[in-house]
């Protein structure tokens, strides 16, 4: 298959994207948090060729994206008033919810649960998308199944060229880390992925969250996962990850005295030359949390073009943002990390 890439500016693309999605294709899409990898999400064979695509595992649901909030209702059922409220202050933006699901909903997108994680990107172009196929669009990142998650068109054509209909190349995406997934199917509402929209937020709405152990630590063997994608490798370069938490003078000094020459180091811009003989990927400055999340992904998969053996990483603090990043770049380290 040819993969074809058009700019998101470009005329005739959200007809053409649209026209893949009705016709069972496959399109990657520009959102705020990632790109995706998106196909009509009523479409049983359309939205098997994601799976496929990705090598993603039969049994990790995918995101049905809406392009307006007035659509909740069309795909899911018993949906608490706490929802709309979200929603109205929330959508379009980077928080996904998981509500009860409508029957009209295939169990290919929800892997057979009952329960169906829903979302309004912010990206105009793809909400024009969504709204001319006339469908919800199913997507979860667009990355290979376990590999980091893609933040530009180039790191779709990396992963995707010659397995999907189309890209829509919007640039560089807003936020860099996938939404926040909040479980209103349970009291209080549960916190499942931590993401582009701070947990801290949320509560201010919802009052206390319960916070997933699975979002801290490795799950143990056979331990069951709340969500589906939680036992899965996650976000991983090919060499092996270290993370370093603390404070960013302490991190920078293990790191000086721990990486061996030639290893990666992912750190602050502001320690960008603490490291020499090492090969640096910086991810903005210590404390510039959104920065920090933008570049998190693009610096993780760059080690793949090198031949770095092992990679040390800085980790911001798990507020707001943080936590989503810190997360993903645990996540990467197999939780391999070391507090000072
Ligand atoms: P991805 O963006 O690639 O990580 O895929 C979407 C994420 O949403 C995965 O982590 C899924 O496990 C999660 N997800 C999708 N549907 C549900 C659901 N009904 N309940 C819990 N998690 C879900
Ligand atoms: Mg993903």
Not at 106 to 130: E, M, S
Not at 168 to 175: K, P, R
Not at 267 to 293: H, K, Y
């Amino acid at each position: 298959m040819i993969t074809k890439i058009m700019k998101a500016d470009e005329p005739g693309v959200v007809e053409s994207a649209a026209e893949v999605i009705r016709a069972g294709g496959l399109v990657a899409i520009p959102t705020e948090t990632v790109y995706g990898l998106g196909a009509d999400g009523l479409n049983e064979s359309a939205v098997a060729k994601i799976f496929e695509a990705k090598g993603r595992p039969q049994d990790n649901p995918l995101i049905l994206h809406i392009s307006d909030a007035s659509q909740l209702e069309s795909f899911c059922e018993d949906v608490p008033p706490v929802a709309y409220e979200l929603a109205e202050q929330f959508w379009p933006g980077p928080l996904t919810l998981v509500l009860k699901c409508r029957d009209n909903v295939p169990k290919r997108t929800t892997a057979g649960l009952n329960t169906v994680a829903i979302r309004c990107p912010d990206n105009t172009i793809t909400r024009a998308i969504i709204s001319a196929a006339g469908v919800p669009i199913a997507a979860p990142s667009g990355n290979l199944s376990g590999r980091p998650s893609p933040t530009t068109a180039q790191h779709m054509i990396e992963d995707m060229s010659g397995r999907i209909d189309l890209i829509v190349d919007g640039g560089s995406c807003g936020i860099g880390v996938e939404s926040t997934i909040l479980d209103l199917t349970v009291s209080p509402p549960r916190l499942l992925r931590p993401g582009g929209m701070p947990l801290e937020s949320l509560e201010k709405i919802v009052g206390h969250v319960a916070v997933d152990e699975a979002l801290l630590r490795p799950l143990s063997a056979g331990e069951r996962p709340k969500a589906p994608g939680m036992k899965y490798r996650h976000y991983a370069p090919k060499a092996p990850v270290t993370v370093l938490t603390g404070s960013a003078d302490k991190t920078a000094v293990y790191i000086a005295q721990h990486a061996p020459l030639g290893a990666g180091v992912i750190c602050f811009d502001d320690f960008s030359n603490a490291f020499p003989g090492r090969v640096i990927q910086t991810i903005g400055r210590s404390g510039d949390l959104l920065s920090n999340a933008q570049r998190v992904f693009d610096a993780l998969r760059a080690f793949d073009s090198t031949d770095v053996m092992e990679i040390y990483a800085q980790c911001p603090d798990e507020t707001g943002l943080g936590l989503a990043v810190a997360n993903r770049l645990k996540k990467a380290a197999g939780f391999h990390v070391i507090s000072l």
